[in-house]
Each structure stands twice: as C-alpha cells, then as structure tokens.
C-alpha cells in the first residue's frame, strides 16, 4: 500500500510540473502522448485506491463535478473598483493626488496591463486552493470552485517554505482569444449561433453547471494581487514575484516606473504591442508600489486612492468602402460585405467587414465611395461603425440593396420581419447547392473528410453531383476525371462515402440540412420524433412539444417538409443505405464508468435537475430504469423520495445510494 501511496504521489507531482513548465511558461518537456499515458496511469491508480488521491491531483482538471446553484460566499476583502483616466492630463491629476496624499514622500508606480475577463478571487490555506469566488457585487460572490479548479494554470495547491498559511490571490479568468475563435468556428460549422465576444463567453463558461464542459473550454487566468494579514512583502513588485516564485500565472508585461513620465511611456509603448497578447486588455492599471503608501493612502468608497486605471480609446481608423459584394451561404441567406481599402487596425489588416443585412447598411446611411470608421471593440471582428460624412461628397448616390442573386439571377426574396434577404431558388443556386453538399460532408454530420470544398465544386461543375443524395451514386471512374484524382485519392474518396453509411440518424438529419437546425436541434427531434417518417408527418403542434422547438424551427421543419424534391432527396439517401430513424431517446455514453447498471431516481436532489441526473448516468454508460426490481442495481435516493419504493428495494436487497455517492461514481 505504502509504495502504491508513493507512486500516486509522485505521479501528482510529476504531472502538476509538467502541467505548470507546459501552461505556464509554455515549454514541453514531455509529449502530449506521453503525458497522457501518466494521467492515465493515475486515473486508474486513483479508481482503485479513491482514498489515496491527492488533493491537488491533476485528475480534478477534467471536471465532472455539477453545481446547479453556486453558493453566495461573503468576500474577506471586499472588491472593489478602479478609477478610470481617459488622457494624460487625468493622469497627471491623479498623479498629483498621489503626491499630496504622501506629504512629499518618495514614492514609485508598479504598472500591468489591465486584463478584460472575469475577475476572481482565489483562496489558499495551508497551500491548497479551497475557494474561488466571483466578484458578485464586490462585498459577495459565487463560489466557483469546481469550475476553477479545471483551469490548468492556477495552482491546486502551493508548496513553498515562506507561504503564509492564508492568504487570497485575485485575478482575471479569461479565454485565450485562439480557443474564443476555435469555438466560434465549432458553433459555426454545427450551425449554432455564434458567441459574440471572449469576456462574455469566459463569463458564462466560467457559470456553466458542469465542470467537464468547463474543463473542455480552455480557459486560463493572469493573477496580479497577493492579500493576506501581515505578508511580508514591503511592495506590489516583491508580492508579485512571491506570486511567480510561487508558480502562478503572472503576465510578464508588468513594469515598476519611478515616476508618471515613465507610467506614460509604459501607457505608449503597449499600446499597440497588447494586441498581440493572447486576451483582450482594455487598458493599464497603475499602482503605487509601496505597501504602506498604499495603506496611508487608503479607499474611496468605491476604489483605491492608491490605484488608478487608463483606458485605452477604441481604436477607429477611416478607410476607403471600395465596394459591397454579396455572399450566398448554403440556406440562400444574402451577407453584405464591405470591401474595404486595407488598413492596419488593433493588430491586424482588415480588408472586409459584413454589413449583416439591408437594414444595417440603411442604418449606417452608407453612400458610394463613402470613408467608414471601423472599430474592433471587445470583439475581435471588425466593424463599421459610422461614415466619415466630412470626406462624402455632395453627389454622392445611397446604396441601393441587391435585387437579384450575384449567382443565379434569381430576384431575392425577404419575409416580413425577417432581417436578411434570401435567395430563393434552393436547388438551382450554385453556391447553395455546394454549400449544402459540403454542409453534408462535414465532421459533425456525415463526416467524409476524404471530400474537400475543391472536389465538391469541380463534381457540380461536371455535372457529376447536384445534390447530396448524388455522393452515393458516384464512380470511381467519374472521380478519375477529376484534376489531381489518382487511384488512391477516388478510393479514399469512395471508401469515406461508403463509411458515411453507418452514420447515426441524428447526424444524418443534421447533415439533411434544415434551416435552423443546427446540431443540437437535430439530435433533440431525432430523440423525440425517432425517425423522419414520424418527422416528416409532424404538425406544427407535434413540433413545437419538441424539447427546444420554437416557432422559428417548426415553420422550418414544416417547410421543408412540405416541398416534395426534399422529400425525393431523403428518399434517395435512404435507397443509398442511410439511417433515417434511430432507438435513442438520449445522449450516448460517452465513458462506461457505470458499467451498464441500473439505476432508478427517486426523489429531488441538490445539486441536479432529475433530468440532468438521468443524462448523466446514461452518458456514463448506466441504464435509466422506472420500476423497482430485483434486477435493479442502485436506487439513487433523493430527498422526499416515496416511502414504497424505498421498502421495495430493501425488501428486495437493492442497493440503496445518495446523492454524494453517485457524484463520487460518476467521477469514477
Ligand atoms: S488590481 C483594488 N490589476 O479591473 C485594485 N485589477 O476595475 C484591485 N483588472 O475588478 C484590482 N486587470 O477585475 C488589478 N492588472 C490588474 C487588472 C485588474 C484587470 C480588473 C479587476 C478589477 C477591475 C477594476
């Protein structure tokens, strides 16, 4: 037991340092494959030993843990706000309150780049991370422990001889703005809405209720105050090295300055260079350095006299509009865009910007040859934000809106209330009907990634494939015809389209393409309706009982429906071998923890919905049962559970288990 002991902690300890070399200071000192194969060796130590998991085990990293109301917790310190400078001169003033409050006492600035997330505080006691809390109103906020414990660079625990045995760490939770666009690009391609900025989005994950999702969010996290009573540091700068020395994730960008000047060129010289850092910062805090001036100097109500914050001005430059061009996506929706002189903003060169509909482009009030201003906010896409109407001149003539689609002629379409004009000529629209296709052929629907964009447009140009359901039909001597087709390259092609076959009837009405049935919509009618026999035949009625149907999906639903060469084309996938119905009712294990048991719910539960329970047992591989039996495995007793049941499954010798023990094996 003892070397079983050992070996677990060692792998804690080895894996937490590769955790923190990888994450923190972004060196790999081993390969990802080999890294998996020691959590892997510890997991399966951990599930067999439970009462030998550290703490601090880099396990707890993956979540699993669900909250369903996070607790208020009161903050020792209270949060409180910055001051806001916009301008040198407010800068130079707050400067000058500093000055008068220290009498003529020497004093320095410690300045960081002020970071836009979500801000949060962390506490420590004998070194293990037992809190993180929100800021809430600045006196209370919501535990989020769980939650934070899956960010991968905030320490689970600190080992280090000067660590007092409290103390309170704050800082910014924030989603690096890569993993924002990778996610966007995900919600894009299962067509669900996209997320409009990364604050946000760190805001909400960092709520979410299920610590695994959280886990699988990426988030991460710059610290920049050390609280505690009596710590010993005399300034900000040795607190912040403490906080480094200690292994947490300080932004390198901090700077001590002697003086305002030097807090000014501080301001000047991040002021481009930030964009290349991997969040959004909006601005600069400045600090006075000394511990004790801070003390001397004290708090307004609302912030620190001893602290201030810089804003930087949204950055907005003028560029030439050179001409507005007109996307045609897969469902016929019409995007303006604006093609734009290129100009150099916030980082990058921005050469296009979508207008999204006709009436954004009225509200702009946009003329030929017009200059715009465009901006990039909090969110990493540019926007036009205004017209430069000093540069307009007097004849210059309004935009007027497209009429006719820039692919196939056909006059546009818009339905009342609708912002977005459509092109309504589905199956003859060269654009819609590749964009389809290649909808089609995506990872999260039928999943051919032997096709590329490139073939699928040369095999509509050829004539070859005009709708999905042609795929199937395909030859390998047609494929031959194609340009840099090779043997190999058509028998990839038509091995993957043959794979396609087993895909499941969720996927495979997604990859159909409805408008407004994105992925998850698509799994919840599949599981409701069963097959698109019973689909097809809904009423709007029937529809809108549909866990997440609104109005909008069910007008859709029964649209599609209702035209009969949709009706030929699912008749033509089904011929080809693809499933139009499935048995599933719910989620599909994702893990087999639960070994296929039996479990019946009874009763109402703290930290779960009953649903939300049920799913969770299902996708960790256990079965939902309705009746007591003597073929039951647990019974997971809730509160308020009916007094029959309970008799039954001890007269029948079930097991009988709360709702901590469930929580513990759904961990596995
Ligand atoms: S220090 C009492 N440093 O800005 C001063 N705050 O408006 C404590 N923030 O709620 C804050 N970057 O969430 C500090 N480098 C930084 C910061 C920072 C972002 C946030 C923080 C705070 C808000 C104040």
């Given at each position: 037991?003892?070397?079983?002991?050992?070996?677990?902690?060692?792998?804690?300890?080895?894996?937490?340092?590769?955790?923190?070399?990888?994450?923190?200071?972004?060196?790999?000192?081993?390969?990802?494959?080999?890294?998996d194969?020691?959590?892997?060796?510890?997991?399966?130590?951990?599930?067999?030993?439970?009462?030998?998991?550290?703490p601090?085990?880099?396990?707890?990293?993956?979540?699993?843990?669900?909250?369903?109301?996070f607790?208020?917790?009161?903050h020792?310190?209270?949060?409180?706000?910055?001051?806001?400078?916009?301008?040198?001169?407010?800068?130079?003033?707050?400067?000058?309150?500093?000055?008068?409050?220290?009498?003529?006492?020497?004093?320095?600035?410690?300045?960081?780049?002020?970071?836009?997330?979500?801000?949060?505080?962390?506490?420590y006691?004998?070194?293990?991370?037992?809190?993180?809390?929100?800021?809430?109103?600045?006196?209370q906020?919501?535990?989020?422990?769980?939650?934070?414990?899956?960010?991968?660079?905030?320490?689970?625990?600190?080992?280090?001889?000067?660590?007092?045995?409290?103390?309170?760490?704050?800082?910014?939770?924030?989603?690096?703005?890569?993993?924002?666009?990778q996610?966007?690009?995900?919600?894009?391609?299962?067509?669900?809405?996209?997320y409009?900025?990364?604050?946000?989005?760190?805001?909400?994950t960092?709520?979410?209720?299920?610590?695994?999702?959280?886990?699988?969010?990426?988030?991460?996290?710059?610290?920049?105050?050390?609280?505690?009573?009596?710590?010993?540091y005399?300034?900000?700068?040795?607190?912040?090295?403490?906080?480094?020395?200690?292994?947490?994730?300080?932004?390198?960008?901090?700077?001590?300055?002697?003086?305002?000047?030097?807090?000014?060129?501080?301001?000047?010289?991040?002021?481009?260079?930030?964009?290349?850092?991997?969040?959004?910062?909006?601005?600069?805090?400045?600090?006075?350095?000394?511990?004790?001036?801070?003390?001397?100097?004290?708090?307004?109500?609302?912030?620190p006299?001893?602290?201030?914050?810089?804003?930087?001005?949204?950055?907005?430059?003028?560029?030439r509009?050179?001409?507005?061009?007109?996307?045609?996506?897969?469902?016929?929706?019409?995007?303006?865009?604006?093609?734009?002189?290129?100009v150099?903003?916030?980082?990058?060169?921005?050469k296009?910007?979508?207008?999204?509909?006709?009436?954004?482009?009225?509200?702009?009030g946009?003329?030929?040859?017009?200059?715009?201003?465009?901006?990039?906010?909090?969110?990493?896409?540019?926007?036009?934000?205004?017209?430069?109407?000093?540069?307009?001149?007097?004849?210059?003539?309004?935009?007027?809106?497209?009429?006719?689609?820039?692919?196939?002629?056909?006059?546009?379409?818009?339905e009342?209330?609708?912002?977005?004009h459509?092109?309504?000529?589905?199956?003859?629209?060269?654009?819609?009907?590749?964009?389809?296709?290649?909808?089609?052929?995506?990872?999260?629907?039928?999943?051919?990634?032997?096709?590329?964009?490139?073939t699928?447009?040369?095999?509509?140009?050829?004539?070859?494939?005009?709708?999905a359901?042609?795929?199937?039909?395909?030859?390998?001597?047609?494929?031959?015809?194609?340009?840099?087709?090779?043997e190999?390259?058509?028998?990839?092609?038509?091995?993957?389209?043959?794979?396609?076959?087993?895909?499941p009837?969720?996927?495979?009405?997604?990859?159909?393409?409805?408008?407004?049935?994105?992925?998850?919509?698509?799994?919840?009618?599949?599981?409701?309706?069963?097959?698109?026999?019973?689909?097809?035949?809904?009423?709007?009625?029937?529809?809108?009982?549909?866990?997440?149907?609104?109005?909008?999906?069910?007008?859709?639903?029964?649209?599609?429906?209702?035209?009969?060469?949709?009706?030929?084309?699912?008749?033509?996938?089904?011929?080809?071998?693809?499933?139009?119905?499935?048995?599933?009712?719910?989620?599909?294990?994702?893990?087999?923890?639960?070994?296929?048991?039996?479990?019946?719910i009874?009763g109402?539960?703290?930290?779960?919905?009953?649903?939300?329970?049920?799913?969770l047992?299902?996708?960790?591989?256990?079965?939902?049962?309705?009746?007591?039996?003597?073929?039951?495995?647990?019974?997971?007793?809730?509160?308020?559970?009916?007094?029959?049941?309970?008799?039954?499954?001890?007269?029948?010798?079930?097991?009988?288990?709360?709702e901590?023990?469930?929580?513990?094996?759904?961990?596995?």
């Open positions: 037991m003892e070397k079983i002991e050992q070996e677990i902690k060692s792998l804690t300890e080895v894996l937490n340092q590769y955790n923190y070399q990888y994450y923190v200071l972004h060196r790999s000192p081993v390969s990802d494959y080999e890294f194969q020691l959590l892997k060796k510890l997991q399966h130590l951990e599930a067999s030993y439970p009462h030998l998991a550290q601090d085990s880099p396990t707890q990293r993956v979540g699993g843990v669900v909250t369903k109301d607790a208020s917790v009161q020792q310190y209270p949060m409180l706000s910055l001051g806001n400078t916009y301008d040198e001169q407010e800068l130079r003033d707050f400067d000058a309150r500093v000055h008068k409050g220290l009498e003529g006492e020497a004093y320095e600035y410690f300045c960081e780049l002020k970071f836009d997330g979500v801000s949060i505080s962390l506490i006691e004998n070194g293990h991370l037992v809190r993180a809390v929100t800021r809430g109103d600045g006196q906020g919501d535990d989020v422990t769980n939650n934070v414990r899956t960010i991968k660079t905030i320490p689970l625990k600190v080992s280090s001889a000067d660590l007092p045995p409290k103390f309170e760490v704050r800082g910014e939770i924030f989603m690096p703005k890569k993993v924002f666009e996610l966007n690009r995900e919600r894009e391609d299962i067509g669900e809405e996209k409009a900025n990364a604050r946000n989005t760190a805001s909400g960092v709520k979410m209720q299920d610590s695994a999702e959280v886990a699988k969010r990426k988030l991460d996290c710059f610290v920049y105050y050390l609280l505690g009573e009596n710590l010993p005399a300034t900000h700068a040795e607190s912040i090295q403490a906080l480094q020395n200690w292994k947490f994730n300080v932004s390198p960008t901090f700077k001590a300055c002697k003086n305002i000047d030097e807090v000014l060129d501080y301001i000047r010289s991040w002021d481009k260079k930030r964009h290349e850092l991997p969040l959004e910062t909006d601005g600069v805090v400045i600090k006075v350095n000394s511990i004790s001036q801070q003390q001397l100097l004290g708090y307004t109500a609302k912030s006299r001893w602290a201030t914050s810089y804003k930087y001005k949204a950055e907005s430059v003028s560029t509009l050179n001409s507005i061009t007109y996307q045609v996506g897969r469902t016929g929706a019409i995007t303006p865009v604006a093609e734009l002189e290129p150099f903003l916030a980082g990058t060169t921005v296009r910007a979508s207008l999204h509909n006709a009436n954004e482009i009225e509200r702009l946009l003329c030929e040859g017009d200059y715009v201003f465009v901006e990039k906010g909090g969110e990493i896409i540019p926007k036009v934000t205004g017209v430069d109407v000093s540069k307009r001149k007097g004849d210059a003539k309004k935009i007027q809106y497209l009429t006719h689609c820039p692919e196939c002629g056909t006059e546009l379409q818009r009342p209330g609708e912002a977005q459509y092109c309504p000529n589905y199956n003859g629209c060269a654009p819609q009907i590749t964009g389809k296709i290649e909808h089609f052929i995506q990872r999260k629907a039928m999943n051919i990634e032997s096709l590329g964009e490139q699928i447009k040369q095999l509509y140009e050829r004539g070859l494939v005009k709708s359901a042609d795929l199937y039909a395909l030859t390998k001597d047609q494929l031959l015809t194609l340009d840099k087709t090779k190999k390259t058509a028998t990839n092609i038509l091995s993957g389209i043959a794979a396609s076959k087993d895909t009837f969720e996927s495979v009405l997604f990859a159909i393409g409805i408008r407004h049935v994105g992925k998850t919509v698509a799994e919840k009618l599949a599981w409701h309706f069963q097959s698109v026999d019973t689909l097809s035949k809904a009423s709007k009625e029937d529809l809108l009982k549909a866990p997440d149907v609104g109005e909008k999906i069910a007008e859709s639903v029964l649209e599609f429906f209702k035209d009969e060469k949709n009706k030929i084309e699912i008749q033509r996938l089904r011929d080809a071998g693809l499933a139009m119905e499935t048995k599933q009712t719910s989620y599909e294990a994702s893990s087999s923890i639960l070994g296929g048991k039996s479990f019946l009874s109402v539960f703290k930290n779960y919905e009953r649903e939300q329970l049920q799913e047992i299902q996708q960790n591989g256990g079965r939902i049962v309705s009746s007591v039996s003597g073929k039951l495995d647990y019974l997971v007793a809730g509160e308020n559970m009916g007094p029959s049941k309970k008799e039954k499954a001890e007269k029948l010798g079930v097991k009988i288990i709360d901590d023990t469930i929580t513990q094996m759904l961990k596995g």
